[in-house]
Nanobody, 126 residues
Framework: QVQLVESGGGLVQAGGSLRVSCAAP????????MGWFRQAPGKEREFVAA????????PYADSVKGRFTISRDNAKKTVYLQMNSLKPEDTAVYYC???????????????????WGQGTQVTVSS
């Protein structure tokens, strides 16, 4: 079992920046591919970004490409999502997720990830 804990959400004005973090207390993440997803009220959970275990592959949703950056620090057992040029439509609960090496295929599908955090709210005001 992998426990994931998100932090760093909050309220920010449009055009601002925010960084959310995902930590795995007491557990190495170096053998997991990681993903960030988000879910707005009344909408389905959607893919935001993912990062392979080496950090060498970082797919993004088209809606955040060029604005968001995913990164990881395996020594700190933490994955980050830096969000710049935020828009009101980025408002959602952001979840991080983990999938063991070799198990996730595209890293873009929520169903590929067996482990999830509790989520952190990001609200962007216009």
């Amino acid at each position: 079992q992998v426990q994931l804990v998100e932090s760093g959400g909050g309220l920010v004005q449009a055009g601002g920046s925010l960084r959310v973090s995902c930590a795995a207390p007491g557990r190495t993440l170096s053998t997991y591919n990681m993903g960030w997803f988000r879910q707005a009220p009344g909408k389905e959970r959607e893919f935001v970004a993912a990062i392979s275990w080496t950090g060498g592959s970082t797919p993004y949703a088209d809606s955040v490409k060029g604005r968001f950056t995913i990164s990881r620090d395996n020594a700190k057992k933490t994955v980050y999502l830096q969000m710049n040029s935020l828009k009101p439509e980025d408002t959602a609960v952001y979840y991080c997720a983990a999938v063991p090496l070799g198990a996730g295929a595209t890293l873009r599908q929520a169903t590929e990830y067996p482990y999830w955090g509790q989520g952190t709210q990001v609200t962007v005001s216009s």
